[in-house]
């Protein structure tokens, strides 16, 4: 079956401007507090191309420049991934999974962020996690939002075509209600004895999960504040 993507992204486009508008919540947490029609151009210029299943711009910095966007859970990935999806005739109408729902995409704050990684604050951040019991119930809580807000954002349409019985269906309906940020198996993290062994893995899903999300929610990503805050003190001069 053919499946036109570019009538897909369309619709997606249209549903998220709607939100928008009428002041509906896109993912169960408030977005960007407004859109504008050249936020497209925008985010293909900062990532040299627009993702097939761009929805809106979910964060900007304090001079309005787009931080991260959200994306629809289906129909992304590069197009020779999307085409193999099509070749299996059962899940074909859903196309390829996509659990990454904030993407980072502003380049200097990226630049920054791949900073801290290569000086080991993944390995500094898992420690202070696994250190301190009540920011790992935090870590957990925000990969639960984050898997919540992802299946909450499909459209009802595609909820139930996630419901049929075909092995192919059930692993992309698992990763896309079950896993964290970024596609992240969570669970696999809690031990049987009750402790936790925290893996952080990408400094920027967390933070464009943070960013993307209120402020004033009691559920916040806590790797994604201490991000936040490393960068301001070691990158003052970038425009966060």
Known sequence: MHVSYSRVRTQLRSFCILSFLFGLQVTGALVSTHSSESDPNLVEQQLGYLPPNFLCVSARTSNDSPIAIQTYPLHG??????????????????GTPFPTLYWLTGPE?????GGLERKGYIVEFEKKLNSDPL???RFIS???????????SLKEE???????DHSSVKRMR??????????TDFLSQQQEDGSFVASVKCLHAHYAHYRSTSPDEEVYNPVGLWIHKTLQEEFPDVIL
Do not use: F
């Open 109 to 113: 704050i990226s630049r920054a962020i």
């Open 158 to 164: 595609d909820r139930t075509l996630l419901t049929m």
């Open 77 to 94: 990935g590069a197009p020779r991934r999307q085409a193999k999806a099509t070749a299996t005739p059962t899940p074909a109408l859903l």
């Open 142 to 152: 925000s990969h639960k939002q984050y898997a919540r807000a992802r299946w909450n």
């Open 174 to 183: 698992n990763m896309l209600e079950c896993s964290g940020v970024a596609g």
């Open 135 to 137: 920011e790992a119930a």
